[in-house]
Every structure is written in structure tokens, then in C-alpha cells.
């Protein structure tokens, strides 16, 4: 089991910066890959952001270049780092963990909107 509490969420100005966190704990020795999903309104949920065990990172294309995701194994803690928010940017975003039991858990959302 893994409880995934997420944090950093909040209002944005455009061209503006926002760090998301998402500490890990419980069954933590085997998380495999964390991600961090958003979810706009009236759209699906998409990947925003993945990083391996190895640290190996994908980005969706619509925020590489601007978005950066880290992890930090001491502190069980897995980083979005957003430059450059734009207003699409707005959605709750979802941390997520994949464990190399091949089971997910995710976290309750925490809400990104970037408004003027």
C-alpha cells in the first residue's frame, strides 16, 4: 500500500512558475515509475510527466520544454516544476506512482488554474 499526498497546487500567472510535490509513503521500496496526470475540465485525463526508477523522463508534448519532473528517493517525493504556465495549463493534477507490482496509486489531486 502507498498513501500519496500531493501539495503545491494553487493559482498561476501566465509566463509564471508553480512546483507541485508528491511525498510517498508506505509500501515505498517498490515504486517502479511516478507520474503526475491532469485532468482539465470537459477533457480526458492526460500524462503530463513520467520518471523511471533510473531516472529516465517523458513529457507530454505539450509541456516539454516548460515543465520539469523530479525525484527525490531520500525524501520519497516526486516534483513537477512548471515555467512558462499558460492558461491551458489549468486542471487538477494527479500524482501517480506505479509499483513494479505492476499496481497504481494515486493521489487526491490538487488543482492548477493560471489566470490573469
Known amino acids: 500500500q502507498v498513501r500519496l499526498v500531493e501539495s503545491g497546487g494553487g493559482l498561476g500567472q501566465p509566463g509564471g512558475s508553480l512546483t507541485l510535490s508528491c511525498a510517498a509513503s508506505?509500501?515505498?521500496?517498490?515504486?517502479?515509475?511516478m507520474r503526475w496526470y491532469r485532468r482539465a475540465p470537459g477533457k480526458e485525463r492526460e500524462l503530463v510527466a513520467a520518471i523511471s526508477s533510473r531516472d529516465t523522463t517523458n513529457y507530454a508534448e505539450s509541456v516539454k520544454g516548460r515543465f520539469t519532473i523530479s525525484r527525490d528517493n531520500v525524501k520519497n517525493t516526486v516534483y513537477l516544476q512548471m515555467n512558462s504556465l499558460k492558461p491551458e495549463d489549468t486542471a487538477v493534477y494527479y500524482c501517480n506512482v506505479l509499483l513494479t507490482t505492476l499496481q497504481n496509486y494515486w493521489g487526491q489531486g490538487t488543482q492548477v488554474t493560471v489566470s490573469s
Open positions: 508506505g509500501n515505498i521500496f517498490s515504486i517502479s515509475v
